[in-house]
Structure formats: C-alpha cells, structure tokens
C-alpha cells in the first residue's frame, strides 16, 4: 500500500524546488546584457539555454500539480491505461508518473 502523505510530501517539496529555480531563472533572464557584440552572443546562447531549463520545470510542474490532484481523488499510483498499480520503483524516480513502466513503454 503506498503512503499517499510520503508522495504528497515529496512532490510539494520539489514544487517548492522548481519555484525557485524558475524565479531563478526569470531573475538571470532579465539581468542587463553586456555591450559588447562577442559578449551578446554568448549572452543569447545562455538566454536560450535558460529558456529551455524553464519550459522544462514548468512542464514538470505541470505535471507534478496533476499528481497532487491524482492523490486527492485517489488515483495517484494506479496506471491511466490499463489500471493497474504502478511499482514504488517508478514512482520514487518518476513522481508524477502517470503510467506503469509498461504502458509507458508501450511493451
């Protein structure tokens, strides 16, 4: 039987995590950018960079938000395809798993 208030715990922490990498992130992408041109392009690849660790984290958000959902209508650890429980393996490393590594395989 999992320990719905263990994952809730869990997953609440690493929210709190990725909210401060993301204000991280906003404040790096809004520091002024330097006036030299070499310096500029290096600046925009490190924007892009950025960008992308930020789309990332709001996505696991995301998904990490329709998990706490999940525990409170009581579905979290159940696959969405063929219902079955999911292992405590795949949970611990994958939080807001929302299917059993075999239909997330497609095995």
């Keep these: ?3 719905l208030m263990r994952y809730e715990k869990l997953i609440t922490a690493r929210l709190l ?3 401060e990498r993301m204000h991280e992130i906003d404040h790096e992408l809004g520091e002024p950018k330097s006036a ?3 310096e500029q392009a290096i600046d925009l690849e490190d924007d892009e960079v950025l960008e992308s660790l930020g789309a990332a984290a709001q996505r696991e958000v ?3 938000k ?3 959902g999940r525990i409170k209508d009581g579905s979290y ?3 969405k395809k063929c219902e079955e429980p999911i292992s405590e393996e795949r949970l611990n490393a994958v939080l807001f798993a929302p299917l059993c590594k075999v239909c997330a395989t497609g095995a």
């Design 36 to 38: 030299d041109l070499n």
């Design 77 to 79: 650890g159940v696959c």
């Design 1 to 3: 039987m999992l320990d």
């Design 17 to 19: 995590e990725l909210g």
């Design 62 to 64: 995301s998904l990490l």
């Design 66 to 68: 329709l998990a706490l």
